[in-house]
């Protein structure tokens, strides 16, 4: 007559069947989740270089987005500065255009134009913190409300004064200049506007019909005065494309870091799907056998034999 044991083929079936059923959970979640373990521990001497990988990137992405950051302003920037230029060539050419004819007609609106111009693109902001401000970016650079204002005070009224440009850290051991300041930009243009507004609210003005031999001087001499100024604007604008170049450089080393970084993450914590697929094919298999053998063993008893 055939021995039969009454707990131990139980107890192992069973144990089986937990065992196929925990790989097959596990194999699941992998293939759901597409990571080898769900915590540090599953990750064994691999933990540590995990956990110094993923501080590098946080890092990383910091300058990324601060160099991202940067790169907007720098960008509205330049189009101000491109406006700043083109107001005061534009009032040049015109003032010659007025001394060449002799006339005084429309200088005052040229400069009034010229004067909006360059403060509305110095007082431009972002967030409602002005791009041209330095570490004073709480407040327009520019002061002065109209012409009048500007011919009227001193011109260190007019422009904010002694604001330092701003300097953010754009990789581990390096900074950036965030912006050009508007006294460094503007003060040559600004000075030569003040000085024909001063003329024309003066005793030799206003400017208008046939130009007196005061108006022409003044106006002459202020043409080589604007192509200084013109000049100078130029200046700042290629080291603004420059600062432009070592930031845009910049985001592209952090991104290529950051990409190698995440390929090193990736290695340790991301499963090979098909790897994943093939475990629980066979993770399904062993489960679904193990639980046949386990319901079979489980209806065995002496009575079953004895029929």
């Known amino acids: 007559m055939t ?15 937990s065992r196929a059923q925990l790989e097959l959970i596990e194999s ?10 769900t915590d540090l521990k599953g990750y064994g001497r691999s933990g540590q270089t995990l956990v110094s990988a993923q501080r590098l990137v946080a890092r990383t992405e910091s300058f990324i987005n601060t160099t991202k950051e ?11 500065l491109d ?9 040049k050419d015109e003032l ?5 004819l002799e006339s005084g007609e429309g200088v005052r609106s040229q400069l009034e134009e010229a004067f909006a111009v360059l403060k509305d693109a110095m007082n431009t902001n972002l967030g409602g913190r002005y791009l041209f401000g330095g570490v004073l970016n709480d407040q327009p650079p520019v002061q002065a409300d109209s012409l009048s204002d500007l011919a009227a005070d001193p011109l260190t009224d007019a422009i904010v004064q002694g604001a330092d440009a701003q300097v953010m850290r754009i990789e581990e051991n390096r900074n950036a200049q965030a912006s050009l300041v508007a ?65 845009d450089s910049a985001a592209e080393r952090q991104t290529a870091h950051r990409d190698v970084l995440n390929g090193a993450i990736g290695e340790i914590v991301d499963v090979d ?27 065995m008893s002496l009575l079953n034999v004895l029929k």
């Open 3 to 17: 021995r039969i044991s009454s707990a131990q083929i139980p107890a192992a079936s069973l144990a089986q069947l």
């Open 273 to 299: 799907l098909a790897e994943v697929a093939v475990r629980l094919n066979q993770a399904q298999f062993a489960y679904d056998a193990s639980a046949g053998v386990f319901n079979v063993i489980r209806n």
């Open 28 to 37: 699941a979640r992998q293939s759901s989740e597409q990571t080898r373990a």
């Open 96 to 100: 010659f255009q007025n001394v060449g």
């Open 183 to 247: 006294e460094d930009v503007i003060t040559l243009a600004m000075a030569s506007i003040k000085r024909i507004a001063e003329f024309d609210e003066g005793p030799g003005g206003p400017f208008g019909g046939d130009l007196t031999a005061a108006q022409k001087d003044a106006l002459m001499a202020e043409l080589g005065q604007l192509s200084q100024a013109f000049d100078h604007i130029l200046y700042q604008q290629a080291e603004h494309g420059r600062m432009m170049k070592e930031v």
């Open 83 to 91: 406006r700043a230029s083109d107001a005061v060539i534009k009032m």
């Open 70 to 80: 940067l790169q907007t302003r720098m960008q509205i920037q330049d189009v101000a």
